[in-house]
């Protein structure tokens, strides 16, 4: 059985919207109101070159797809098996990606053989996978940002109990947390 990991940037009040781009009116967030310390993304590093695969839904995947493919420092994402749940994309162009077309789906994916299994970004995916009962860990990185509002991790109908495994706090006010799902 595969380990699903919900990985996240987050702020303080929940919102996982547009860290690093997209349509939130603060997006960018990560780096635009906190500074840079290289430290704090240790564990971002360790995720891809621990990895087995990634998942992610299909608004992440359109905006992963263009850009992802160009770096560098995603090389090991680029080469590691993709999967994106849509019940639209029919053609993935990003290499050695596949579509699922059901957290059914997903379910079997994460019984087979394989490493760690990353859902990046995809709040929507990632509340759906919570409530569905098959996110084994979350990693989070706790940014000192209060956004108000934007797509939250947490729908507010899942359930269960966390423990903390893997917990640091750096110069810049962010928060590495670690949890796994133990109820």
């Keep these: 059985m ?4 919900v990985t ?3 702020t303080l009040d ?10 939130h009116p603060r997006a960018g967030w990560t780096f635009k109101e906190v500074p840079f310390v290289e430290e704090a993304y240790e564990i971002k590093g360790r995720e891809q ?4 695969a990634m998942l992610m839904g299909r608004v992440s995947y359109d905006e992963f797809a ?8 995603f090389a090991e994402y680029n080469a590691m098996p993709k999967y994106v749940v849509s019940s639209s994309l029919t053609d993935p162009e990003w290499n050695n990606t596949s579509v699922l077309r059901s957290l059914d789906d997903v379910a079997r ?17 990632a509340q759906g996978l919570a409530e569905a009962g ?7 990185l706790v940014f000192p940002v ?29 928060v590495k947390s670690v949890f796994d799902v133990v109820a």
Excluded: C
């Design 2 to 5: 595969r380990t699903l990991i």
């Design 8 to 10: 996240e940037f987050i």
């Design 14 to 23: 929940g919102v996982v919207d547009s860290p690093g781009g997209g349509q």
């Design 49 to 52: 070159a621990e990895a087995g």
């Design 66 to 73: 263009p850009i992802w493919p160009t770096m560098a420092e």
């Design 109 to 125: 994916l994460k019984e087979g053989d394989g490493g760690d299994i990353l859902v990046h970004g995809s709040a929507t995916l």
């Design 134 to 140: 098959l996110v084994d860990r979350y990693h989070l």
């Design 146 to 174: 209060a956004l108000g509002e934007g797509k939250r991790l947490f729908s507010g109908r899942e359930q269960g109990t966390l423990r903390l495994v893997e917990h640091a706090a750096y110069s810049n006010g962010v």
